[in-house]
C-alpha cells in the first residue's frame, strides 16, 4: 500500500483555495512554526454561510492536502456545518493519511475553529468558548501553539 493515496497527492500538488481574503470576516491560524506546520484560513460569511475560504499553510505536503481539503469541505456550507467537519472527516476525504501525519488533519480543523471564532468575536455572536481552540505551550519546545482543551 502507498504510504499517501492519490487525493493526498492531488490536494499537495494543486491545491485548493490557497491565498488570503483581505477583507475576510473571520481569521484563524493554528499551529507553531518551531514545532512544525502552520495554517493559517481566512472565512468570507453572508447569512451564515461560508461564501469564500482560503488558506496559507507552512508545512509539510499532508498539512497543505489537509487544509486545501477542508477549505473543498466548508465553502457553500453553513457555519454550523464546517464547526462539524473533524480532523477524521478531513482524513477520510483524503482517503487517509500515515499515522504519524494525522497530526495535519487535527490542525485543519483547528483552523475552521479558529477562523469562525474570530468571527464571533468580530460580531459580537455569543458562543461555547469550550468548543475553540485556546493557546497552550507545546509540549515539545515549549512554545505557544493553538490546541484544542
Known amino acids: 500500500m502507498a504510504l499517501y493515496s492519490e487525493k493526498v497527492f492531488d490536494h499537495f500538488k494543486n491545491p485548493r483555495n490557497v491565498g488570503e481574503i483581505p477583507d475576510a470576516d473571520g481569521v484563524g491560524e493554528v499551529g507553531n512554526a518551531k ?6 484560513m481566512y472565512l468570507k460569511i453572508r447569512d451564515n ?3 469564500d475560504v482560503k488558506f496559507e499553510t507552512f508545512g ?3 498539512a ?5 481539503m477542508a477549505t473543498e469541505m466548508i465553502k457553500g456550507k453553513t457555519i454550523e456545518e464546517a464547526l ?15 499515522a504519524h501525519k494525522l497530526h495535519c488533519s487535527v490542525l485543519a480543523e483547528e483552523a ?3 477562523a469562525v471564532q474570530d468571527y464571533y468575536e468580530r460580531n459580537g ?10 493557546m497552550e505551550d507545546c509540549e515539545h ?6 490546541r484544542m482543551v
Not at 35 to 40: H, L
Not at 64 to 68: L, N, Q, T
Not at 128 to 133: A, C, H, V
Open 141 to 146: 519546545c515549549g512554545e505557544h501553539e493553538v
Open 112 to 114: 475552521i475553529k479558529s
Open 49 to 51: 454561510v461560508i461564501t
Open 60 to 62: 509539510c505536503g499532508s
Open 84 to 98: 462539524a467537519v473533524s480532523n477524521k472527516d478531513v482524513v477520510d476525504a483524503l482517503d487517509g493519511l500515515p
Open 125 to 134: 455572536i455569543p458562543y461555547d468558548k469550550s468548543q475553540f481552540p485556546v
Open 64 to 68: 497543505i492536502a489537509s487544509s486545501s
Open 35 to 40: 514545532c512544525g506546520d502552520i495554517m493559517k
